[in-house]
């Protein structure tokens, strides 16, 4: 049971790490895979699966915020959403690559959905990073670099 729950923990901190709250899912794999209790692939896959589908919960808000953009009650300015749409029109399906990094990559994933880049797209790519991210800090917490 105590696997569950931590499998389950796992899951929701990378969740919500790939959202805009702030959080952290790496510190959550670090500290279990340090445990040397669970599986590597089966935590680096539970934290991937988390982090992709918090991200693909973003690209739907982006795929709606564009109806809220003058609302006095909105948290983002029609000048900030601007200049994201911008910056991401400017390098594309690509800037997805950096889905994974702090600050930045949350919402790089809701100006995917803004802008309507296609679902595929954007699950392969972010898919790429995410996966990509875990597998790095499982490879340096377990020496298997």
Same mark, same amino acid.
């Given at each position: 049971?105590?696997? #569950?729950?931590?499998?389950?923990?796992? &899951?929701?901190?990378? &969740?919500g790490?790939?959202? *805009?709250?702030?959080?952290?899912?790496?510190?959550?794999l670090v500290?279990?895979?340090?445990?040397? $209790?669970?599986?590597? &692939?089966?935590?680096? *896959? *539970?934290?991937?699966?988390g982090?992709?589908?918090?991200?693909?919960?973003?690209?739907?808000?982006?795929?709606?915020?564009?109806? =809220?953009?003058? $609302?006095?009650? =909105?948290?983002?300015?029609?000048? +900030?959403?601007?200049?994201?749409?911008a910056?991401?029109?400017? &390098?594309? $399906?690509?800037?997805?690559?950096? +889905?994974?990094?702090?600050?930045?990559?949350?919402?790089?994933?809701? #100006?995917?959905?803004?802008?309507?880049?296609?679902?595929?797209? =954007?699950?392969?790519?972010?898919?790429?990073? $995410? #996966?990509?991210?875990?597998?790095? =800090?499982?490879?340096?917490?377990t020496g298997?670099?």
């Amino acid at each position: 049971m105590a696997d #569950v729950l931590a499998y389950l923990g796992l &899951f929701a901190s990378a &969740f919500g790490a790939a959202t *805009v709250l702030p959080m952290q899912s790496e510190a959550v794999l670090v500290g279990l895979l340090l445990s040397q $209790k669970l599986s590597i &692939f089966w935590l680096v *896959v *539970v934290a991937s699966l988390g982090n992709v589908l918090g991200s693909l919960m973003n690209w739907f808000l982006g795929r709606g915020i564009e109806r =809220f953009r003058n $609302k006095t009650w =909105f948290p983002v300015g029609p000048a +900030s959403l601007d200049r994201a749409q911008a910056w991401y029109s400017r &390098f594309g $399906k690509w800037s997805l690559l950096g +889905s994974w990094l702090p600050i930045v990559g949350d919402p790089i994933t809701i #100006v995917a959905g803004v802008l309507r880049e296609p679902l595929l797209t =954007f699950l392969l790519l972010v898919t790429l990073a $995410k #996966v990509g991210r875990y597998l790095v =800090f499982a490879a340096a917490t377990t020496g298997l670099a």
